[in-house]
Every structure is written in structure tokens, then in C-alpha cells.
Nanobody, 123 residues
Framework: VQLQASGGGSVQSGGSLRLSCTASGRTFRNNGMGWFRQAPGKERETVATISWNGGTTYYTDSVKGRFTISRDNAANTVNLRMNSLKPEDTAVYYC?????????????????WGRGTLVTVSS
């Protein structure tokens, strides 16, 4: 089972990026999925999560109105559209598959993790 995150890069403040996460080895159509990030010297933070059918989403307060999580179960992918990026969004972003079908918030409720993709936002 592998989760591969892609789409990271370097952008200026106010720019946009779209992260994608593709699963291989098994389907996660019945699992909640999430995006998390970890900045240097900080703990891993939940950014956004989505339930198995996309009906429920969660966003941490700092990204509400700027980030959008979505999923395509047929393609076994989950995406994170990031607009109006800020320097404080700089981090390694990870996607993960949850052990439940809902949009779980705690990283401890996620079993399968991708390697991460680096997002750097300069001012």
C-alpha cells in the first residue's frame, strides 16, 4: 500500500498550488482521507480532512476559505487546492488514509501515510 503526494513547490505569497495524493495497492474509497503538514520545529498539524464520500470536510482555522480538499474515489485520489498562500503555510504536506469512514481530525486516526511533499511560500 502506497500513498504518493505530489504538487508541492515554491511559490510567492498569494500564490496557489494544488496537491494530489494517489493511492496504489488498495482502494480507500471507504476511508476518510486527510492532509497534514509539519513545519520545521513544529508538531504535525491537521490541515484538512474529508469523509469517504466527500460529504463532510474539516479545515483547520488558519486555512478556512483558502484551501479546498476534494476526492475522486474512481481515481483513488485526494486533492488539496491551496489559494492565497502565506509564508506560514510553508511545511512538508502529507496525505493519509484514515481508519474510519468519516473526516477524522486526529492524526492518530490515520493509518497509511504518504512520504510528503514540500511547500515553500516566500514573502
Amino acid at each position: 500500500v502506497q500513498l504518493q503526494a505530489s504538487g508541492g513547490g515554491s511559490v510567492q505569497s498569494g500564490g496557489s498550488l494544488r496537491l494530489s495524493c494517489t493511492a496504489s495497492g488498495r482502494t480507500f474509497r471507504n476511508n476518510g482521507m486527510g492532509w497534514f503538514r509539519q513545519a520545521p520545529g513544529k508538531e504535525r498539524e491537521t490541515v484538512a480532512t474529508i469523509s469517504w464520500n466527500g460529504g463532510t470536510t474539516y479545515y483547520t482555522d488558519s486555512v478556512k476559505g483558502r484551501f479546498t480538499i476534494s476526492r475522486d474515489n474512481a481515481a483513488n485520489t485526494v486533492n488539496l487546492r491551496m489559494n492565497s498562500l502565506k509564508p506560514e503555510d510553508t511545511a512538508v504536506y502529507y496525505c493519509a488514509a484514515g481508519i474510519h469512514a468519516g473526516a477524522s481530525i486526529s492524526p492518530q486516526l490515520y493509518r497509511y501515510w504518504g512520504r510528503g511533499t514540500l511547500v515553500t511560500v516566500s514573502s
